[in-house]
């Protein structure tokens, strides 16, 4: 691994002339650091404690080739035409933007890619991406570990394309915006990808980031970093729907700072054949701020899928609601990693953390660890986890009523996603409930 | 009338112990039979029997129902045949609304019997109808089945699904436990409502006070896991008076 | 107090017959500072052990030189660093000259804390650890040689053996062999390892088949616990269809001059049998700025190695500087059952990351955790658990329940339950919530006529109650009130 560390290293100084943005010196210390301190921590292991749950040897048995064009092109005609409440789509292909549809760009809304922001307005973007040591866990044990988020400083390193998002003062967007992620690969590469959602005071908008299965006939990595900003009074929605082929590994990583007043909502809904870390790190800055943040994972055969969320409250009166959902199937594996973090005088947080998770097989296996880390004293949090199979009880019943086994089972798994699907708006429930669907017919 | 359901000395065994020992019992279309007992006595047992859930073990004796053999069909097809359980404590099924699922149960149950399904707007008919007899509001058809329903309302629940999906053998497991006086009045006259010569009746109860409003036309004691005594009306009386030990000892 | 009395006077009817077990001569000695192969081999000399055991603990020593760069790193505590090359291995017991000499010359702090929980003068000074206390143990027990027989007569007669580990080594040798290290392998972690090394002594016990243990075995029976090692080793082995009851610790203040404890606790259950393991732990916290505290670095474990056996641990912790430790039940056999029951406090500069592993590996296996962390002051409190279903625990079912108490603005309440299931048909639930102590609560409390710290241990002991009432009777009565000492100081 050390080997690969070093070649990575290497590639890095190689290709720095090829990474866009360079000549902003900001960004070229950034890139330097990052790159610096993936030397030094590597892939995390399962030493570290965020990732002791299941292995990442496809990362570290493989070498992936940066920055590489395979010369497949797109046929933008062949795609399906954007949903009807989509206002707004950025096609992404290969890890480039390959166009940005819209009918009518509404005012007070900038969507480009990074590379443009770089070159045209840089200052707009400084602080707005972060190292990745910003995310990095006070511990109390006095302790602080870079080797968690050594794959956002690999991404912060090597990042070359990605979307920024830009909602001025109150504007309200209408509809969403889908950020698709395409591709079709020939060999081992691994794509960096870092989006950025800026929303001003009182704004209001809603993303959608799809990452579509991909077409790879090798093994891909792909890397995904959004930076989130919601000023004071602003509401923003970040859902991801997370697809992808059994030669995929893709790690997603969200980052979120959550001013006064401002609501931050996430549903990720990942049904992966291949192997996909999900991370949402949000820190209420602001008084009033809240959080839902709403996880589905839906594993089948050799799936590994991962849901990590940490949630910080550091200002009073702040909220947060997490969910997470878990249903597998023949030998998926899935694990989620909730936390919510009280810092001290943060009083009357308010925070919640529910995980459940279905093994509907005996070769199935589910991890779940929901920490709580409380420092103030006035405040009301809670979680559960349940861990089983679809209750016998429910089963007869339902049987009894002339429903039929399997018909009985979907019912019940169904049920069971529902609790996610159904805090989704009209804009996204339908593509949601479709997920759903195909999952289940597959799997049971 | 013919008979509808036959049960031939009947062993069952849960968990290793024999709870039903030589059960017999005799319904003939359109009667509706009550079960009496003490705690214990095999009472519900009966039930879950009848309605085919796992973990009961039948060691000897048939059950024929409709000239089928019972014991052979699947829960889900013992229910298209027109076996209806009301239970004694109906589950909770989050997330999923009480119309969904009795629109799921009926048309699995057509389909299983080649009959035509019904579209959504000829369920809602339907059960709006059925709803306004039993003085059910329409609210609870979106609420989750029997979530942070009442005691009351789950039987009333109960009731409504037994006339949605029109049986043939209604089996009422202590559908009196836990209501108050109005809730018994208005599930027992849902029950009689749906009363006529194709229904087929069990009611499993401990008291009297159901049977007041209901008229069985039989009653059967069951005790120590057989029928020990069939008769009819002044039968319950006579437990009023001598309670079981009264009557078992009797014979 | 009565229940305090009644201890005594059973340790004073013990000790007699005890006598040559315990009580055993040691030289005033010193093995120098450090830790080396020479060590391990002076500790194994001292006890006259057989050579089997001395290779045993170098294998240990080897294996925890390789763990040592590897000290573990994930608790959520904080400590300077342990320097293992700069302490004492192997230390006889003072010599009197060094103790002191009455109760007069011990911290008044600890004195009135004895007074508050109603310990007798002469527990007092036996605990203190004063000059020839000890004696007076021994020699009150001539007064009651008769009692003292039946007492020894009773245990011995059911063919119980409760002894320490070094004389179980000589007399019961394939016993030990056999269990020793059976549930705590001696690389099961770093702290194991090395107890594996050096352990000095500890307590042995054993439960022969069909027997069901008359009284509660307590480790105030064995008088060298005055004493408490710093490296122990206890063995509690409960053979077919027999029960146990074992009582650890007391609930007075130890005073202790060894900063680091790393026990090993190991229990094995055959089939049918049942060991109830309960714990108060109350050694010095620290004063108000985390100086001079125990580390309590501890490995528990109990294996339910037979078909329907039960084990079951309740403990108090409401002292050390840093407690770290998670008593675990391996759920071998089919329908085995284990249990969790704690309440541990953290209050001044006192940190405690602490739980469970319950481990499921038999058909039907069950387990139930109950965790309640109080914290005050700058305390830090950390519950950590582990359940995992393995592949072959058909139908097993889990449930915990973990909850927090914070009072006042600088301590913190954690949990991190950490849950791994491989098989559908297993259940898991876990609920924890965190709560603070309202000021109305506090307010009606005292509107009543309580002090604030008297209403905060109501209102604690409320909290607390289902842990509490699932140890021994005398226990839980003391418990009680060691809470309200604990808690001193954290309200207005």
């Known amino acids: 691994m050390k080997n690969l560390q070093h070649r990575y290293f290497e590639d890095y100084n190689k290709n720095k002339p090829l990474l866009p943005g360079m000549d902003v010196s900001w960004l070229k210390d950034l890139r330097e650091e990052a790159i610096c301190q993936f030397k030094k921590d590597g892939f995390p292991d399962r030493s570290v404690e965020e990732w002791n749950n299941y292995s990442y040897k496809a990362l570290t048995d493989n070498y992936f080739e940066p920055l590489s064009d395979n010369k497949v092109k797109i046929n933008l005609k062949s795609l399906e035409e954007k949903d009807s409440h989509c206002t707004i789509r950025v096609i992404f292909f290969n890890g480039k933007i390959v166009n940005i549809e819209y009918n009518h760009l509404p005012e007070g809304v900038e969507v480009n890619t990074l590379t443009y922001f770089f070159k045209n307005n840089p200052d707009f973007l400084k602080n707005k991406i972060s190292t990745a040591n910003r995310y990095s866990e006070e511990r109390l044990s006095n302790i602080i570990d870079s080797r968690p988020q050594s794959i956002v400083a690999f991404n912060t390193a090597f990042h070359h394309e990605g979307a920024v998002i830009y909602i001025k003062k109150n504007v309200k967007v209408p509809g969403y915006i889908e950020l698709l992620h395409l591709g079709e690969y020939n060999k081992n590469i691994m794509q960096h990808m870092r989006s950025v959602v800026y929303l001003e005071e009182g704004s209001n908008c809603e993303v959608l980031e799809n990452i579509v299965n991909d077409k790879a006939s090798d093994l891909v990595f792909t890397s995904n970093v959004t930076d989130i900003h919601v000023c004071d009074d602003a509401s923003l929605s970040f859902h991801r729907f997370i697809k992808g082929k059994s030669n995929q590994i893709h790690i997603n990583n969200v980052h979120s700072l959550i001013h006064k007043n401002s609501n931050f909502f996430s549903t990720s809904i990942i049904n992966s054949l291949g192997q996909v870390r999900a991370e949402n790190r949000i820190n209420l800055l602001g008084e009033n701020a809240s959080t839902k943040i709403n996880m589905l994972m839906l594993g089948s055969k050799n799936t590994v899928l991962e849901g990590l969320t940490r949630v910080q409250h550091s200002k009073k009166n702040t909220r947060s609601d997490q969910k997470a959902r878990i249903v597998l199937g023949q030998n998926g594996k899935a694990s989620f990693q909730g936390k919510i973090r009280v810092n001290q005088n943060s009083d009357g947080t308010l925070a919640n953390m529910s995980s459940k998770s279905l093994l509907l097989s005996d070769k199935a296996r589910v991890n779940s660890k929901p920490e709580l880390e409380i420092l103030a004293d006035d405040v009301r949090c809670s979680h559960g986890v349940t861990v089983g199979n679809l209750s016998e009880e429910q089963l007869f019943y339902l049987r009894s009523r002339g429903i039929p086994e399997v018909e009985a089972r979907k019912l019940l798994v169904n049920a069971f996603g529902n609790t996610i699907l159904e805090d989704l708006n009209i804009n996204f429930a339908d593509r949601a409930k479709k997920i759903m669907l195909g999952y289940y017919n597959d799997t049971i | ?251 | 107090m009565a229940a305090s009395t009644e201890t005594i006077n059973a340790v004073e009817k013990a000790t007699k017959d005890y006598k040559y077990g315990f009580v055993t001569e040691i030289e005033t000695e010193f093995a120098p500072k450090g830790l080396s192969e020479d060590i391990v081999k002076f500790i194994s000399k001292k006890n006259d052990e057989p050579s089997w055991l001395l290779e045993w603990r170098l294998e240990a020593y080897r294996k925890w030189l390789k763990m040592k760069k590897d000290e573990p790193k994930w608790a959520n505590i904080h400590f300077p660093e342990i320097d293992f090359q700069d302490a004492y291995y192997y230390a006889a017991p003072k010599s009197d000259e060094d103790k002191p000499k009455s109760l007069d010359e011990i911290d008044p702090e600890i004195l009135s804390t004895y007074n508050k929980l109603g310990i007798p003068i002469k527990e007092q000074e036996m605990l203190a650890g004063i000059a020839g206390s000890g004696n007076v143990a021994v020699d009150a027990v001539f007064d009651s040689v008769s009692v003292a027989t039946t007492f020894k007569s009773k245990l011995s007669e059911l063919g119980i053996i409760f002894c320490p580990i070094s004389e179980a080594v000589k007399n019961h040798p394939d016993l030990v062999k056999k269990y020793l290290g059976s549930v705590v392998p001696q690389t099961d972690n770093f702290y194991s390892a090395l107890n594996s090394a050096v352990y000095s002594d500890g307590s042995f016990v054993y439960i022969p088949e069909g027997v069901k243990c008359p009284m509660d075995l307590s480790t105030y029976f064995r008088i060298n616990a005055a004493e408490t090692g710093q490296f122990e080793r206890t063995l509690i082995v409960a053979d077919k269809g027999s029960y146990v009851s074992y009582l650890e610790g007391c609930t007075a203040p130890m005073r202790d001059e060894n900063q680091l404890h790393a026990a090993v606790v190991e229990l094995v259950a055959l089939d049918d049998a049942e060991i109830k393991y309960s714990t108060v732990q109350n050694w010095y916290p620290g004063d108000e700025n985390g100086k001079g505290g125990i580390y309590n670095f501890v490995t528990k474990r109990g294996a339910c190695r037979g078909d329907n056996s039960k084990i079951s641990w309740t403990q108090v912790e409401t002292g050390s500087a840093i407690t770290w430790k998670y008593p675990s039940v391996l759920l071998q056999g089919d329908n085995s059952i284990g249990e969790f029951y704690s309440v541990a406090i953290s209050n001044k500069k006192q940190q405690a990351d602490t739980g469970t592993k319950m481990v499921h590996i038999g058909k039907n296996t069950k387990s139930t955790i109950i965790s309640k962390g109080i914290s005050a002051g700058y305390g830090q409190q950390t519950y950590r658990g582990l359940v995992r279903m393995q592949a072959g625990a058909d139908n097993a079912t889990n449930f915990s329940q973990c909850d927090s108490l914070l009072i006042g603005k600088n301590c913190g309440g954690h949990t991190v339950p950490y849950i791994d299931s491989r098989n559908p048909t297993a259940e898991v639930a876990h609920e924890a919530t965190t709560s603070k102590i309202s000021d109305e609560q506090l307010f009606y409390v005292q509107q009543r006529g309580l002090n604030p710290e008297e209403a905060v241990a109501l209102i604690v002991n409320g909290f607390a109650k289902e842990v509490l009432k699932k140890l021994p009777m005398e226990f839980a009565v003391e418990a009680q009130k060691l809470l309200g000492v604990s808690l001193e100081g954290s309200v207005g």
């Open chain 2, 1 to 251: 009338m013919g008979t509808a359901l036959e049960i031939k000395d009947l062993f069952v065994e849960v968990d290793k112990k024999e709870i039903l020992k030589g059960l017999s019992l005799n319904i003939e279309h359109g009667e509706l039979a009550a079960i009496m007992g003490p705690n214990g006595a095999g009472k519900s047992t009966l039930a879950s029997v009848l309605a085919g859930k796992e973990g009961y073990n039948v060691t000897k004796g048939s059950i024929k129902f409709l000239g089928k053999d019972l014991l052979k069909m699947s829960t889900e097809d013992r229910a298209a045949a027109g076996v209806f359980l009301a239970f004694q404590y109906p589950v909770e099924i989050p997330g999923v609304a009480t119309s969904t699922f009795v629109r799921t149960a009926l048309n699995a149950q057509k389909r299983n019997r080649g009959e035509a399904e019904l579209d959504a707007m000829e369920f809602l008919k339907l059960a709006r109808e059925k709803a306004k007899e039993l003085k059910m509001s329409e609210e609870f058809f979106q609420r989750a089945v029997n979530v942070g329903f009442s005691g009351g309302e789950k039987k009333r629940a109960e009731v409504f699904q037994m006339s949605m999906l029109d049986p043939t053998l209604a089996i009422l497991d202590e559908t009196d436990s836990g209501l108050d006086i109005d809730a018994l009045k208005i599930v027992a006259e849902g029950v009689n409502r749906l009363r006529d010569d194709k229904l087929s009746g069990i009611v499993i109860t401990h008291y009297q006070r159901l049977l007041d409003y209901l008229q069985p036309d039989t009653i059967h004691i069951l005790a120590e896991g057989r029928i020990i005594k069939t008769g009819d009306k002044s039968l319950a009386l006579l437990l009023e008076e001598k309670g079981y030990q009264g009557i078992v000892e009797a014979n």
